[in-house]
């Protein structure tokens, strides 16, 4: 298991950041290699992605989610992936976004990949890409406030 952490300061509030992070179908346009995600239900995600040159499907289950605070997840069946985003106040205007994934790489070419660090280049690569897009926009694209209490998942 490989875990990265990663964290961008954007120059927009922690609501505005947040309230984007929960609009999951929009990933894709920030996130290299992500071809879909699909909420289908309140914590129920399905991810399509291009992984080492190979297109992989799974499931995630988000197990925590506190408004303006944090979104937890685990993948539940396929690409084997967990994690936890983090949103911080840091003045008026401007909050940092923090990342961390664990990542179990399968195969050969995906092992090499992640000793190579290409898996933590690309989430830097997301994190900043995802910088640029929501602060290109006015606000975010949409919001879900609300709330998954880790005890109950």
Do not use: C
Not at 81 to 102: I, M, P
Request: hydrophobic share 35%.
């Amino acid at each position: 298991m490989s875990e990265i952490i990663e964290a961008v300061d954007v120059d927009v509030p922690v609501k505005t950041a947040y309230d984007q992070w929960t609009q999951f179908e929009t990933f894709p346009k920030f996130m290299e290699g992500v071809k879909s995600v699909r909420q289908l239900d309140d914590t129920t995600l399905e991810w399509v992605a291009s992984v080492a040159g190979q297109e992989k499907t799974w499931e995630a289950t988000i197990t925590e989610q506190e408004p303006d605070q944090r979104i937890a997840w685990t993948a539940t069946e396929g690409a084997h992936n967990a994690g936890v985003v983090t949103f911080h106040r840091l003045e008026d205007g401007k909050s940092r976004v923090t990342l961390q994934l664990d990542v179990d790489p399968e195969g050969p070419i995906e092992n090499i990949g992640a000793a190579l660090g290409f898996v933590q280049r690309r989430v830097k690569a997301d994190m900043e890409r995802f910088k640029e897009f929501i602060e290109s926009r006015d606000g975010a694209t949409g919001a879900w406030r609300g709330e998954v209490d880790q005890t109950n998942t």
